[in-house]
C-alpha cells in the first residue's frame, strides 16, 4: 500500500527530508567549491539562462533575496563578466540584468557538470527509481510548499 504523509510518523517524515536536504546541500557544496560560486549566484545564473534579460525585481522575487543583497549579488556577477545591468529607458529605476558570453560558458559548465553526475550515477538504479526521482524533483516545490517563491513557476 502506497504510503501518504499523513501515513509516515513525523520522526521518518524528518530523517527522510533531512536526508533530501542534506544531499542536495552536499551537492550544492560540491558546486560552489568546484565553480568558486555561491548558491544564490548559481541559481541566479541559471535563472538568467532560462531568460535573459530579466528585471531586477523577477530575479529578486525568483531568488527570494532582500533587493540589497540582490543587488550585491549582481554587482559581484557583473565584475566577473558573468552578468550585465543595464537601465531600463522606459524607466531609469528599472534594471535589466542579462546574461553575458562568459555568464552562458559558466552556466554551461556547472550545467555539463550536473549532467556528468547524474548520468554516471543513474547507471546504478533501475528505471522505475529514476522515474520516481524525477516525478519528485519535478514536483519539489509544490511538495515544500515553496512553489510560490521559485522563479520556475507553473512547471510540472
Known sequence: MKKTP???????????????????YRFERLKINSFGLDYAAIIAL??????????????????????????RLFGKLEEKGYVKRVYAEEDRR??????????????NKLEDDTYKIISETSKLYDADTLNHFI???????????????????GEK
Not at 99 to 106: D, F, N, P, Q, R
Open 6 to 24: 499523513v501515513d509516515i510518523p513525523r520522526n521518518e517524515l524528518d530523517d527522510l527530508l533531512f536526508k533530501a536536504l542534506q544531499a542536495v
Open 46 to 71: 541559471q535563472m538568467l539562462r532560462r531568460k535573459t534579460p530579466q528585471r531586477m525585481r523577477e530575479l529578486v522575487d525568483g531568488l527570494n533575496l532582500p533587493f540589497s543583497s540582490a543587488t
Open 94 to 107: 528599472g534594471v535589466h540584468v542579462y546574461l553575458t558570453g562568459s555568464g552562458e560558458e559558466i552556466v
Open 135 to 153: 516525478k519528485t524533483a519535478n514536483n519539489m516545490g509544490r511538495i515544500l510548499g515553496v512553489e510560490n517563491i521559485m522563479s520556475t513557476k
